[in-house]
């Protein structure tokens, strides 16, 4: 008897665990915009930040200009704008960071969507 209730709660409970990381997967941070970060979670930390910006105006990356203001969610134009690795003392190397409108920022690189400003 013991082994059927057992099977019953572990097939529950297996059932049950996808949909709650589910559930929690994606959340709206601005305007409609959907990155998976929940608001004021930055991906460089907020203590590596001044560090990191000090980087990039050392290493002289050049500003690119966009119309539209910048922000978490937007989506930087295909061609145009280069993108440089983020360094592994940083974190966050699955991202790629540049400078739009003088302000450095981080953007997944298959869609060009910006992550998140560094100010």
């Avoid at 008897?1 to 601005?30: D, F, G, K, S, Y």
């Avoid at 000090?54 to 930087?76: C, D, K, N």
């Amino acid at each position: 008897m013991r082994n059927p209730l057992l099977a019953a709660a572990l097939l529950a409970t297996a059932t049950a665990m996808p949909l709650a990381a589910h559930a929690q997967q994606r959340i709206i941070v601005e305007e409609g915009v959907t990155t998976g970060l929940a608001p004021g979670v930055g991906i460089i930390a907020d203590d590596v930040r001044p560090r990191f910006r000090q980087y990039i105006v050392q290493e002289r990356v050049p500003s690119y200009s966009v119309e539209a203001p910048v922000r978490v969610g937007t989506v930087l134009p295909e061609s145009g704008v280069t993108y440089y690795d983020v360094p592994q003392r940083y974190g966050a190397t699955n991202y790629r960071y540049t400078v739009v409108n003088d302000r450095p920022i981080l953007v997944e690189p298959r869609t060009r969507r910006v992550m998140q400003v560094i100010d």
